[in-house]
């Protein structure tokens, strides 16, 4: 069995969680997500579970059983805007990456720890990181097989952290119910329970035949290898990118064009050495700003032939940003998007000396990156006394 260094992130009571953050009077009480009369439940924080609220529950009973919860539309394109938030922040940390819905995703961390801390460490800078960022709280297992990291922070929900090493797996594991196994559900449970089975140890201790002869070969022979904590599958991360974005929020409003430049270019920065580091050009370059009022302007300009350095297209958010003419307009997030991608250098590309030199320049800086860390390296105008980039 590998160390533990496979991460399992889970933001706590998602939806609701963004709702809180955007609206900070719905802290402390019961929100739920979901209206109509004949809608239901997609999210409730803690406080409405306390009333035995949960999702797929129809909002006509939700509302008896807790008449005093605030209860709101699905306000799907900001939650998949936060989502899309912290990916950006896991892929700060790693390339290894497989999401598994908005808002919980499976990291490997094997490959970075000798630059960033042990999977412990990251765990817990990501933590910091999401909540600084984004103002929700997520809980993380760590172990060394997604089967075991999704159940440890399934067990130290909500806002807590796990590590279950190699030598605890079944110390951790034998005790669960046998519902807390993947794959058993409402009726393969029916059919455990009639085999006098109710915690994952009686799994364990049963004869594969038996199990197999109850639950089929598939299914019998992947539960029986999970009892006793086998599982032996990658974090996979998804192939296809349609774009490649960073945003970030600030902790206070920012007004001074200058700065806000400098913001942009740290962006730049980030989404172009990812572009490039998968061998990918963009044709197409949108830039998102939002201001104190939470009101957004999103801009984009359609390139003749794509492009994958950081000089030529921080030059084009730099142009989209200033013919928004809204100078000490107050800005809480900007962000910098690389889409409609392709593979392989444009054929009709020819560079002059000048875009020669910061191709090469842009080289040289991926390379040094790959050696020595992401943070090794980094435009002057980005570095300030005491201040690091996080």
């Not at 842009?362 to 201040?387: C, E, N, Q, T, Y």
């Given at each position: 069995?590998?160390?533990?260094?496979?991460?399992?992130?889970?933001?706590?009571?998602?939806?609701?969680?963004?709702?809180?953050?955007?609206?900070?009077?719905?802290?402390?009480?019961?929100?739920?997500?979901?209206?109509?009369?004949?809608?239901?439940?997609?999210?409730?924080?803690?406080?409405?579970?306390?009333?035995?609220?949960?999702?797929?529950?129809?909002?006509?009973?939700?509302?008896?059983?807790?008449?005093?919860?605030?209860?709101?539309?699905?306000?799907?394109?900001?939650?998949?805007?936060?989502?899309?938030?912290?990916?950006?922040?896991?892929?700060?940390?790693?390339?290894?990456?497989?999401?598994?819905?908005?808002?919980?995703?499976?990291?490997?961390?094997?490959?970075?720890?000798?630059?960033?801390?042990?999977?412990?460490?990251?765990?817990?800078?990501?933590?910091?990181?999401?909540?600084?960022?984004?103002?929700?709280?997520?809980?993380?297992?760590?172990?060394?097989?997604?089967?075991?990291?999704?159940?440890?922070?399934?067990?130290?929900?909500?806002?807590?952290?796990?590590?279950?090493?190699?030598?605890?797996?079944?110390?951790?594991?034998?005790?669960?119910?046998?519902?807390?196994?993947?794959?058993?559900?409402?009726?393969?449970?029916?059919?455990?329970?009639?085999?006098?089975?109710?915690?994952?140890?009686?799994?364990?201790?049963?004869?594969?035949?038996?199990?197999?002869?109850?639950?089929?070969?598939?299914?019998?022979?992947?539960?029986?290898?999970?009892?006793?904590?086998?599982?032996?599958?990658?974090?996979?991360?998804?192939?296809?990118?349609?774009?490649?974005?960073?945003?970030?929020?600030?902790?206070?409003?920012?007004?001074?064009?200058?700065?806000?430049?400098?913001?942009?270019?740290?962006?730049?920065?980030?989404?172009?050495?990812?572009?490039?580091?998968?061998?990918?050009?963009?044709?197409?370059?949108?830039?998102?700003?939002?201001?104190?009022?939470?009101?957004?302007?999103?801009r984009s300009k359609t390139l003749a032939l794509p492009i994958d350095g950081?000089?030529?297209?921080?030059?084009?958010?730099?142009?989209?940003?200033?013919?928004?003419?809204?100078?000490?307009?107050?800005?809480?997030?900007?962000?910098?998007?690389?889409?409609?991608?392709?593979?392989?250098?444009?054929?009709?590309?020819i560079l002059g000396e000048r875009e020669s030199g910061w191709r090469q320049?842009?080289?040289?800086?991926?390379?040094?990156?790959?050696?020595?860390?992401?943070?090794?390296?980094?435009?002057?105008?980005?570095?300030?006394?005491?201040?690091?980039?996080?």
């Open positions: 069995m590998s160390s533990a260094s496979i991460l399992h992130v889970d933001m706590d009571a998602f939806f609701a969680s963004v709702a809180e953050h955007d609206n900070p009077e719905l802290k402390g009480k019961a929100v739920v997500i979901g209206m109509g009369a004949r809608g239901v439940v997609s999210a409730a924080n803690y406080e409405a579970r306390k009333f035995g609220i949960h999702s797929a529950m129809p909002v006509s009973r939700a509302r008896r059983l807790a008449p005093h919860a605030i209860f709101l539309p699905v306000d799907m394109p900001r939650y998949q805007e936060v989502s899309s938030h912290v990916m950006e922040i896991f892929e700060s940390f790693t390339p290894w990456i497989e999401p598994i819905s908005l808002d919980e995703a499976f990291l490997d961390v094997s490959g970075v720890q000798r630059l960033i801390g042990s999977p412990r460490e990251i765990a817990i800078k990501i933590r910091a990181k999401v909540e600084a960022q984004e103002g929700i709280t997520c809980s993380v297992g760590i172990a060394p097989s997604k089967f075991i990291a999704k159940l440890a922070s399934e067990a130290c929900k909500p806002n807590g952290m796990l590590e279950i090493t190699a030598d605890r797996i079944l110390t951790f594991l034998h005790p669960l119910p046998i519902q807390a196994m993947w794959g058993v559900g409402p009726k393969t449970a029916q059919t455990l329970e009639r085999l006098g089975l109710r915690t994952i140890e009686d799994i364990a201790h049963l004869p594969p035949a038996t199990l197999i002869r109850a639950l089929g070969q598939a299914n019998g022979a992947s539960l029986y290898e999970l009892a006793w904590g086998r599982d032996y599958r990658d974090v996979t991360p998804h192939d296809a990118e349609k774009s490649i974005s960073a945003a970030e929020t600030f902790a206070q409003d920012l007004d001074n064009p200058s700065e806000i430049l400098t913001e942009f270019l740290r962006l730049t920065e980030r989404v172009s050495a990812r572009l490039r580091d998968k061998d990918l050009f963009s044709k197409t370059i949108s830039i998102k700003v939002r201001f104190a009022d939470f009101s957004t302007l999103n950081t000089h030529e297209i921080y030059e084009v958010v730099k142009k989209l940003y200033l013919a928004l003419h809204v100078d000490r307009a107050r800005m809480r997030l900007v962000g910098v998007s690389l889409e409609n991608l392709s593979t392989g250098a444009p054929e009709q590309m320049a842009d080289g040289a800086i991926d390379r040094a990156r790959a050696r020595f860390g992401a943070g090794s390296v980094r435009p002057a105008r980005l570095i300030k006394p005491g201040k690091e980039d996080g």
